[in-house]
């Protein structure tokens, strides 16, 4: 039997973070996944985390099963956090899920069980992990143009050029904010735009937000998505806590199942239940017990995101200081966007050829289509990747 296994892609964003590792250099610069670091370069446990954790580990009783979809208190949480009262509770289906990622999966599954034809438009660039998972299970998929390569903006009439080619039940996918891989994102008026086009053509919208808090702030991030979710008939939420909690490794997500007719919540709610069981039967629950124990705290939660908001005004600085840097050095405007784009990442526009020149000659590594993650960079690294920039051509 495993003499038949093939071996599979590797993951892009994962095998640059072997390859840093390996990397014998001293001085090397990880631009490559999105993780934050501060200015030591350590991804630190958020402060209402610890405290939380403390909490948890004093008063937990029992670590018998949840449910299969989690701590109900959880999702009511993040319902409150992502959507505010956008939406009435009674239309949400919700469940707990092993991180982003697994909400993503399990809204991918949900997809081909509702509707086997369906088609996931994604934008082109997009997360490299949609794709392979939906390849994964069998299900089509479509692109729509996104970034503006000259611009370094989105090419917003491409997008709904493309987007005029969905068909009625095919699914728009939508990074709620901070675009990941680009860094560029909609502006509200545009977000009405592609509104208005899902209802016009009976489309099903989702958005993976992965980044709230991290772009220009925790309720202005969740924006896009409460009008999405408050405008469209049918709606996928699938939601992360790995970055804006930086709970990475607890594996802290949720998936929401909206409808403007609350008589489809139960079953939504059970299909969902119904694919939490099938994969990994109860969700992880240290996160999302953190998660709550923060978000239902009103100190735990002012500080929270106090930090969060120093986490978001960090990067933005280091944004400016990258662009200023490299209009001294370059003598032009052409990097102004880094300044401009907003979350953990902006895509250089740089080929290939010289991002591997960046990591073999300076040791600075990003993902080959030449995505940085700002978080990991700092007041010192940022001269030195400008130089680098500029050495190397781009
Ligand atoms: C990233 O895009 O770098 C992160 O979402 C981490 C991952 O799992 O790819």
């Given at each position: 039997m495993f003499e038949n296994l093939k071996p599979q892609p590797a993951d892009k964003i994962l095998a640059l973070m072997q390859m840093y590792r390996e990397d014998p250099r001293d001085q090397k610069i990880d631009l490559g996944v999105g993780v934050y670091k501060n200015a030591e370069g350590v991804t630190p446990v958020m402060r209402a985390v610890k405290a939380a954790e403390k909490r948890i580990l004093e008063e937990q009783e029992s670590k018998a099963y949840t449910g299969l979809a989690g701590d109900p208190a959880y999702a009511d949480a993040m319902i409150g956090l992502i959507l505010g009262d956008a939406v009435p509770r009674?239309?949400?289906?919700?469940?707990a899920t092993p991180g982003g990622t697994g909400a993503c999966r399990q809204a991918f599954e949900l997809i081909r069980m509702a509707n086997p034809s369906a088609r996931v438009f994604l934008s082109n660039p997009t997360w490299p992990n949609h794709p392979s998972i939906l390849r994964y299970l069998g299900i089509e998929t479509a692109e729509y143009r996104y970034f503006d390569s000259e611009t370094r903006g989105v090419d917003f009439d491409g997008m709904i050029e493309d987007l005029k080619t969905a068909n009625a039940?095919?699914?728009v996918l939508l990074h709620g904010c901070c675009h990941n891989p680009t860094g560029a994102n909609l502006n509200m008026v545009q977000w009405q735009e592609v509104v208005n086009l899902i209802n016009e053509?009976?489309?099903?919208a989702m958005i993976d937000i992965a980044y709230q808090g991290f772009g220009d702030g925790l309720e202005e991030d969740a924006q896009a998505t409460r009008l999405v979710a408050s405008s469209v008939k049918r709606c996928l939420i699938a939601a992360s806590c790995s970055k804006n909690f930086g709970?990475?490794?607890e594996r802290t997500g949720l998936l929401m199942a909206i409808s403007d007719d609350p008589a489809q919540t139960a079953l939504n709610q059970s299909s969902l239940a119904f694919l939490n069981r099938q994969n990994y039967s109860f969700p992880p629950d240290h996160g999302a017990r953190v998660v709550t124990t923060i978000l239902n705290d009103e100190a735990l939660r002012a500080d929270w995101a106090a930090e969060l908001e120093e986490v978001r005004l960090s990067m933005l600085?280091?944004?400016q200081q990258l662009a200023d840097e490299?209009?001294?050095l370059s003598g032009s405007d052409r990097f102004g966007f880094i300044a401009q784009h907003r979350g953990m990442f902006s895509r250089l526009g740089?080929?290939?050829e010289l991002v591997e020149k960046l990591r073999a000659d300076h040791g600075i590594y990003m993902v080959g289509d030449s995505r940085l993650n700002i978080a990991g960079l700092n007041a010192t690294t940022v001269p030195i990747l400008a130089q680098a920039i500029i050495d190397v051509g781009v």
């Amino acid at each position: 039997m495993f003499e038949n296994l093939k071996p599979q892609p590797a993951d892009k964003i994962l095998a640059l973070m072997q390859m840093y590792r390996e990397d014998p250099r001293d001085q090397k610069i990880d631009l490559g996944v999105g993780v934050y670091k501060n200015a030591e370069g350590v991804t630190p446990v958020m402060r209402a985390v610890k405290a939380a954790e403390k909490r948890i580990l004093e008063e937990q009783e029992s670590k018998a099963y949840t449910g299969l979809a989690g701590d109900p208190a959880y999702a009511d949480a993040m319902i409150g956090l992502i959507l505010g009262d956008a939406v009435p509770r009674g239309n949400i289906a919700a469940v707990a899920t092993p991180g982003g990622t697994g909400a993503c999966r399990q809204a991918f599954e949900l997809i081909r069980m509702a509707n086997p034809s369906a088609r996931v438009f994604l934008s082109n660039p997009t997360w490299p992990n949609h794709p392979s998972i939906l390849r994964y299970l069998g299900i089509e998929t479509a692109e729509y143009r996104y970034f503006d390569s000259e611009t370094r903006g989105v090419d917003f009439d491409g997008m709904i050029e493309d987007l005029k080619t969905a068909n009625a039940g095919d699914v728009v996918l939508l990074h709620g904010c901070c675009h990941n891989p680009t860094g560029a994102n909609l502006n509200m008026v545009q977000w009405q735009e592609v509104v208005n086009l899902i209802n016009e053509r009976g489309l099903v919208a989702m958005i993976d937000i992965a980044y709230q808090g991290f772009g220009d702030g925790l309720e202005e991030d969740a924006q896009a998505t409460r009008l999405v979710a408050s405008s469209v008939k049918r709606c996928l939420i699938a939601a992360s806590c790995s970055k804006n909690f930086g709970v990475y490794r607890e594996r802290t997500g949720l998936l929401m199942a909206i409808s403007d007719d609350p008589a489809q919540t139960a079953l939504n709610q059970s299909s969902l239940a119904f694919l939490n069981r099938q994969n990994y039967s109860f969700p992880p629950d240290h996160g999302a017990r953190v998660v709550t124990t923060i978000l239902n705290d009103e100190a735990l939660r002012a500080d929270w995101a106090a930090e969060l908001e120093e986490v978001r005004l960090s990067m933005l600085g280091l944004r400016q200081q990258l662009a200023d840097e490299l209009q001294r050095l370059s003598g032009s405007d052409r990097f102004g966007f880094i300044a401009q784009h907003r979350g953990m990442f902006s895509r250089l526009g740089a080929a290939p050829e010289l991002v591997e020149k960046l990591r073999a000659d300076h040791g600075i590594y990003m993902v080959g289509d030449s995505r940085l993650n700002i978080a990991g960079l700092n007041a010192t690294t940022v001269p030195i990747l400008a130089q680098a920039i500029i050495d190397v051509g781009v």
